[in-house]
């Protein structure tokens, strides 16, 4: 299965490749219209969602489709769409994963039948407080969210980092960096040992890491200063 991945793409469209599935890890939308913030106005954000992300992906030579939302993403909290819940919406359309698993087909075939294995997704939205952003919770409350991971996930689509996995910041005070992911988040790929995960959250923290052999990719598509420089991420899963 060839998967295209991206996260944090704040209002940028980008092209996106062939493939059998597109993942976005949040941070979808742009924060400010007409001047007028997301967090204050979350139907702004929600209504430049459907005028402007749902084109797109509709354009998009993707099979299937799945997101979760990022802390940028007020609408999601606040006025989130039900027609794009997993339990709702087809795939080939968009399924929205806010702690919540999907699956969708291998396409794998054996003999003279399609035994159409599937891919299991888990998706959450959440990250570490951090000033007031939406889609927030204390690490006390994510080892909660974490621990209903279930086992036997092939993906973990998290908007935030493990602990020390694409998850590092420059501090120029103390010269040095930083790590800002989920030590919860650690724990749970640690016991469920997913086949990739996939996150973003923290835009220099982009690129392929490795935690005991499970492949950890961080899929930010902008800088710090919101710049697209980066293409989205091509993951051949077996």
């Known amino acids: 299965m060839r998967i295209v991945a991206l996260a944090d793409q704040h209002g ?3 092209a996106i490749q062939p493939c059998d599935l597109l993942l976005i890890g949040g941070d979808i939308c742009p924060d ?3 001047g007028r913030l997301a967090r204050n106005r979350p139907e702004l954000q929600a209504a430049w969602f459907d005028r402007s992300i749902r084109p797109w992906l509709k354009a998009l030579p ?3 489709k799945v997101a979760t939302w990022g802390n940028h993403d007020w609408c999601g909290m606040r006025c989130p769409p039900p027609e794009d819940l997993p339990d709702v919406a087809s795939a080939t359309r968009l399924q929205i994963l806010v702690d919540a698993e999907t699956c969708v087909p291998a396409g794998a075939t054996t003999g ?3 035994d159409r294995a599937t891919v299991r997704i888990w998706g959450t939205p959440w990250s570490n407080p ?9 690490p006390a409350e994510l080892a909660n969210i974490y621990a209903s991971i279930p086992e036997g996930i092939d993906v973990l689509l998290s908007h935030q980092p493990p ?3 694409g998850d590092h910041v420059y501090d120029p005070i103390r010269e040095r960096f930083e790590h ?3 030590w919860e988040l650690l724990a749970a790929i640690d016991r469920v040992r997913p086949r990739v995960v996939i996150c973003g959250h923290i835009h220099s923290g982009h690129g392929r890491y490795e935690y005991k052999g499970i492949p950890i ?5 902008v800088d710090d200063q919101y710049r697209p420089v980066h293409e989205p991420t091509v993951i051949e899963l077996p």
């Open 12 to 14: 940028h469209l980008p």
């Open 32 to 34: 400010v219209f007409g």
């Open 62 to 64: 993707a099979t299937y």
């Open 112 to 114: 003279d039948r399609a």
């Open 130 to 138: 951090f000033m007031d952003w939406a889609f927030m919770k204390s």
């Open 163 to 165: 602990y020390g996995y």
């Open 180 to 182: 800002l992911g989920s």
């Open 217 to 221: 990719c961080n899929v930010s598509v």
